[in-house]
């Protein structure tokens, strides 16, 4: 015992004594945790709670134009800036000189473009029930074109988003006009309120479920995604602070000096093994006390901290051994610190931002999305997101074992040969 | 009255999986208990591998190595808790202290963790190191760590005791000190194999040498019988009519 103690004891003590690994362990993820997911938020909270900034040049003469200006207005979706006396020649530059995103013109004869198409639809419904109305008088005006002008640094879905809930109001115009033509057509007066309310207001909704095993509402937010990426992240940093450790004691001759005393290998190597996994389930108690405690205080999101707990433990304990194991290869296979380091911190960011870290996989590239497979973060960030998301489902985080167990076996496999082969083993 | 063997290096011969030639060919050697034994030879003799060997860091390509006891052949596991090593690296940890350093090699001797104190102590005060007891290995000077390397193999106080070069870049007075101690323990019983290119110091030290050139083994025995029968009169004038005066990689 005194001789595992004291090999528990050096370990800890070489760990305590690097201040820089000691700083890149606790406080990297931390501040990784604390900005990124302010700025994620604010990103975040762009598009689904702020209201989204609009240049309106309303040209039409009716009322209709008006009215469309109004229900955006009043949807809260949109702030909008109405800018009437902008030509329409000139919105592109105006819309980048003033800085907006996106722009909305609509046409002189938007109204009229309406109008005439409600009568059109209202003329064919007549003449099939066989009725009779008055036409004489009513000229025929094209159906109107809205045009839509956005930032190219926008995303193309953000922008079909949009759109989409423009061209949404304009339905409940034309579906209003139409009806109103209609009515005012079949001589029925004012009676066509209802009607309107039961088509526009009796539509079928969409309820959004979030896929949970345990009907959790939790849905994903910054700190859900923030807190567990950059936890991993941070974990997989422990490269730097134990690879160049096994790099010097290698160098130095020290694990050379114990094959001489009547030790095993194991011990020291289940040592560091200890050692830096209880420092990986210090970081995770870290971030996470931060993301629930912190965080909020700052307006962010709370962390809700999975009620499998068994299935969390799990899936620390399974994440650490891979980020151990992962440091423990690029130890023993690194021939001097600077290698260890470089390669090791370098192949980490590679490693994160493939596997989802830096940028969630669903917005990469298919091709992206596949490579992101072969990154042991992103299985680890899976492994997260299974216990936040998806109430720990021991189904899926089966994948994310078995990934993790296929990936812990071959650095340990990979260490255990190169130190062999150094006559270390 | 014989003295009794230590250790028997039967025709051992090594080549490196990255090398055309031998390091080490057909070296056999016999080292008395509690002898003083001077392994000598120009760089790339092929000192150090030997010792590899002998200590169990490397196996030998072909030959044996026997340990003795009391009469009795020893186990390999059993060797190692008898032998102490003092490689020429700086084999030990400068972000801890000298206390840290030997705590933790001790503990890996398997010493209890009263005794471990106790000659934890003895250590520090003897070489000199008690003062900066508690200050990190790194910030010591050359002189200062040689003495924590040989510290730390004497520890378990071994039966046979390995040094490799242990006065290597050191000054007088380290020099001093560790030679003092090393034959201090030599009295009290512990046999020694040490590699030097100090001829002056290995002449003051050794009692028996093997001189080893290009892997082989060119002279063994009594330094003084050696001496005589090459008729010269010190050990470096040994040392040159033996290997020659041609400089070596």
Same mark, same amino acid.
């Given at each position: ?52 900034? !609009?240049?309106? *040049?309303?040209?039409?003469? /009716?009322? =209709?134009?008006?009215? %469309?200006?109004?229900? +955006?207005? @009043?949807? $809260? !979706?949109?702030? *909008?800036?109405?800018?009437? /006396?902008? =030509?329409?020649?000139? %919105?592109?530059?105006? +819309?980048? @000189?003033? $800085? ?13 473009? %309406? ?311 | ?249």
């Amino acid at each position: 015992m005194f001789k595992i103690f004291s090999s528990l004891r050096k370990e800890f003590l070489l760990l305590i004594n690097d201040k820089v690994g000691l700083a890149l362990l606790f406080l990297m993820p931390l501040l990784l945790v604390f900005i990124i997911t302010i700025i994620q938020d604010s990103a975040y909270k762009m598009v689904n709670e702020n209201q989204i900034p !609009l240049l309106v *040049v309303n040209h039409d003469s /009716g009322k =209709e134009g008006k009215k %469309l200006v109004a229900l +955006l207005d @009043s949807s $809260g !979706l949109f702030k *909008v800036d109405s800018q009437n /006396g902008i =030509e329409q020649s000139s %919105l592109k530059s105006e +819309l980048l @000189s003033r $800085g907006k995103l996106l722009a909305l013109y609509i046409p002189k004869t938007f109204s009229a473009g %309406l109008e005439s198409n409600a009568e059109d639809v209202s003329t064919i419904l007549m003449e099939d029930l066989g009725l009779e109305h008055d036409t004489i008088g009513q000229a025929k005006v094209e159906m109107p074109r809205l045009s839509f002008y956005n930032d190219p640094v926008l995303q193309e879905n953000y922008s079909y988003s949009v759109m989409g809930i423009i061209q949404s109001y304009m339905s409940v115009i034309e579906n209003s006009l139409m009806i109103d033509r209609m009515y005012t057509n079949m001589d029925l007066g004012d009676k066509s309120a209802v009607l309107k309310k039961k088509m526009i207001s009796n539509r079928v909704q969409i309820n959004q479920i979030v896929a949970s095993n345990n009907n959790s509402t939790v849905i994903p937010n910054s700190t859900q995604h923030n807190v567990p990426a950059w936890t991993i992240f941070a974990m997989f940093f422990m490269v730097v602070s134990l690879g160049s450790n096994i790099v010097k004691e290698r160098v130095s001759g020290s694990f050379l000096r114990l094959k001489t005393m009547p030790t095993t290998f194991m011990l020291v190597m289940f040592s560091k093994m200890a050692i830096y996994v209880l420092v990986a389930v210090l970081q995770v108690a870290l971030t996470f006390s931060m993301g629930i405690w912190i965080l909020p205080k700052l307006g962010l999101p709370q962390l809700t901290v999975p009620q499998n707990f068994i299935a969390m433990v799990a899936v620390i304990f399974v994440s650490s051994m891979a980020a151990v194991s992962y440091a423990l290869l690029i130890g023993s296979l690194s021939r001097t610190e600077q290698q260890a380091n470089g390669f090791g911190a370098i192949s980490i960011i590679i490693f994160g931002a493939i596997g989802g870290i830096l940028v969630p996989t669903f917005v990469m590239p298919g091709f992206m999305q596949y490579a992101s497979n072969f990154s042991p973060l992103h299985w680890c960030l899976e492994g997260f997101y299974v216990l936040f998301l998806k109430g720990g489902s021991w189904q899926e985080l089966k994948y994310v074992f078995s990934f993790l167990g296929i990936f812990i076996l071959i650095c340990q496999l990979g260490t255990y040969f190169k130190l062999r082969l150094e006559r270390i083993i | 009255m014989e003295i009794p063997v230590c250790i028997e290096i039967q025709s051992v011969s090594k080549r490196y999986k990255s090398s055309q030639e031998n390091s080490l060919t057909d070296v056999s050697i016999d080292i008395a208990c509690a002898d003083v034994f001077g392994l000598l030879g120009p760089n790339g003799a092929g000192k150090t591998t030997l010792i590899s060997i002998l200590c169990g860091i490397i196996p030998p390509t072909s030959g044996q190595v026997h340990y003795y006891m009391n009469g009795s052949q020893i186990s390999d596991a059993k060797r190692k808790s008898k032998i102490g090593f003092v490689p020429q690296e700086y084999a030990f940890y400068q972000e801890l202290t000298p206390r840290q350093n030997l705590d933790y090699f001790g503990a890996m001797y398997n010493i209890s963790k009263k005794r471990l104190e106790v000659r934890r102590e003895e250590l520090l005060e003897i070489l000199g190191l008690a003062k900066s007891a508690d200050k990190k290995v790194g910030t010591f000077s050359g002189g200062m760590k040689r003495r924590i390397n040989l510290a730390i193999g004497i520890i378990h106080e071994p039966e046979i005791l390995f040094l490799d070069e242990p006065t290597v870049g050191v000054d007088v007075q380290s020099r001093n000190a560790i030679i003092r101690y090393l034959q201090l323990i030599n009295e009290s019983g512990t046999t020694i194999i040490y590699t030097s290119h100090h001829m002056s110091e290995a002449e003051e030290f050794c009692k028996h040498i093997a001189l080893i050139d290009h892997g082989k083994v060119i002279a063994k025995g009594e330094l003084e019988g050696l001496k005589a029968a090459n008729h010269v009169s010190s050990l470096q004038s040994l040392f040159i009519n033996l290997t020659g005066e041609e400089y070596r990689d």
